[in-house]
């Protein structure tokens, strides 16, 4: 069987990243991670992936705070030179541009933590607290332009407990990302053939 080679993209501490790097471990998985990537160099996630062997880059957004096409080309660059054939943004806090995008279509895939097509961007925890709603997820979808917008290739749901608040309805949702990222991942590499 052929493997992928996938980049992972991160902002944070790469709890996602972890459990893709820990899935790439079986022989019939179909990705091989060949690169950790971050726009913040201090992401606790680069030591964590670094010290597992596998390779780590990052691209500090900050100095491209006025040129979005320039911090992408210098993504583009990390991962073209890293033999990069497929992303997996995981917990990358930084929206992309359609030209970006357009240059990875079919080949890239985000989490989110919500049941899509609810709650696209951010808060989504405090956002499903608020209206009231009995259950909450994560989903694994295709990247498109739309923000959080593109077709959904796994989602879990998980219920809305008396009394949470949206700190503890985040680390329920956060171990049900662990279990679907790894699982959808390969079912988007196996589709995209």
């Known amino acids: 069987m052929t493997k992928r080679r996938t980049?992972?993209?991160?902002s944070g501490s790469g709890s996602?990243?972890?459990?893709?790097l820990e899935a790439a471990r079986n022989p019939s998985y179909p990705a091989r991670p060949c690169l950790v990537l971050s726009?913040?160099?201090e992401a606790a996630g680069l030591a964590r992936a670094a010290a597992l062997g596998v390779p780590v880059a990052a691209v500090d957004h900050r100095p491209f705070a006025k040129d979005r096409a320039a911090f992408e080309q210098a993504l583009d660059a990390v991962l073209l030179a890293?033999?990069?054939e497929f992303i997996a943004l995981a917990g990358f806090m930084r929206v992309l541009t359609g030209g970006f995008v357009g240059r990875w279509q079919g080949r890239m895939v985000n989490i989110h933590p919500s049941l899509l097509p609810l709650y696209r961007g951010l808060d989504t925890h405090a956002r499903a607290l608020a209206a009231g709603d009995t259950e909450h997820g994560c989903t694994v979808h295709w990247v498109v332009p739309e923000l959080d917008a593109g077709e959904i290739i796994k989602q879990v749901r998980?219920?809305?407990l008396p009394g949470d608040d949206a700190a503890m309805l985040a680390a329920r949702v956060l171990a049900a990302e662990h279990a679907l990222y790894p699982v959808a991942l390969a079912s988007?590499?196996?589709q995209a053939g």
């Open 7 to 10: 980049a992972i993209l991160i």
């Open 82 to 84: 890293h033999g990069t």
């Open 39 to 41: 726009n913040n160099p």
């Open 188 to 190: 988007a590499i196996r």
């Open 158 to 160: 998980v219920p809305i």
């Open 16 to 20: 996602n990243m972890l459990a893709l």
